[in-house]
């Protein structure tokens, strides 16, 4: 059984950083595609970025482009999102969510918010 | 106007078929497009349901029941959502998305109400 979890999340001042980490167990993680994805309080889910299977390719939305950069380490199971210039609009629950062709499994969240 | 356009909500009984509709924007034919959908259950993150594209090309949700299924509609250039035989657990919010011009696009969602 997939599972993920997600850490790293908490308060921080805008303009700061933070960087979020999903450890993955149990499963062919090197071969998954991994996504983040953002839902702010009471409004609907907004994807972030993606990394695909090698870790060379990767992509983001347009909100967060710029700002924030996603990696992987396939030795640990792990891939991360590091957050820079953090505005109150990223105020969210950050989801790390894996798949081979789309975001089939999801993690619990993390929340991160931002203080203007 | 949004890439991915869904009802805000919809109400149905228990023991209903419920059909969510998710309808791409012009210029953009739903036809060459896989659409995942994705329930979220309040405080809970979102699950996969299933993904669609056509009869060939579909995929089920690991243990996902059979009353939920996809479908497509041509003419209205929309993905469907069908649950059949509506039950109390399946209120929840429902959200399609598709992987479009290298980004993953959500629909606006749908909050589904058994009553």
């Known amino acids: 059984e997939v599972q993920l979890v997600e850490s790293g999340g908490g308060l921080v001042q805008a303009g700061g950083s933070l960087r979020l980490s999903c450890t993955a167990s149990?499963?062919?993680?090197?071969?998954?595609?991994l996504n983040w994805v953002r839902q702010a309080p009471g409004k609907g889910l907004e994807w972030v970025s993606y990394?695909?299977?090698?870790?060379?390719?990767?992509y983001y939305g347009v909100s967060v482009r710029g700002r924030f950069t996603t990696t992987r380490d396939n030795a640990k199971n792990s891939f991360y999102l590091q957050m820079n210039s953090l505005r109150a609009e990223d105020t969210a629950v950050y989801y790390c969510a894996v798949g081979t062709s789309s975001p089939d499994y999801w993690g619990q969240g993390t929340l991160v918010t931002v203080s203007s | 106007q949004a890439v991915l356009t869904q009802p805000s909500s919809l109400s149905a009984s228990p023991g209903a078929s419920a059909s969510l509709t998710c309808t791409l924007r012009?210029?953009?034919?739903?036809?060459?497009?896989?659409i995942h959908w994705y329930q979220q259950r309040p405080g809970s993150p979102p699950q996969y349901l299933l993904t669609?594209?056509?009869?060939?090309?579909?995929?089920?949700g690991s243990g996902v029941p059979s009353r939920f299924s996809g479908s497509t509609d041509a003419s209205a250039n929309a993905g469907i959502l069908l649950i059949s035989g509506l039950q109390s657990e399946d209120e929840a919010d429902y959200y399609c998305?598709?992987?479009?011009?290298?980004?993953?696009?959500f629909g606006t969602g749908t909050k589904v109400t058994v009553l």
């Open positions: 012009s210029g953009i034919n739903v036809g060459a497009y896989r």
């Open positions: 669609y594209k056509s009869d060939l090309d579909k995929q089920q």
């Open positions: 998305m598709i992987w479009h011009n290298n980004v993953y696009v």
């Open positions: 149990a499963f062919s993680f090197r071969t998954y595609e």
């Open positions: 990394i695909s299977d090698s870790g060379y390719v990767a």
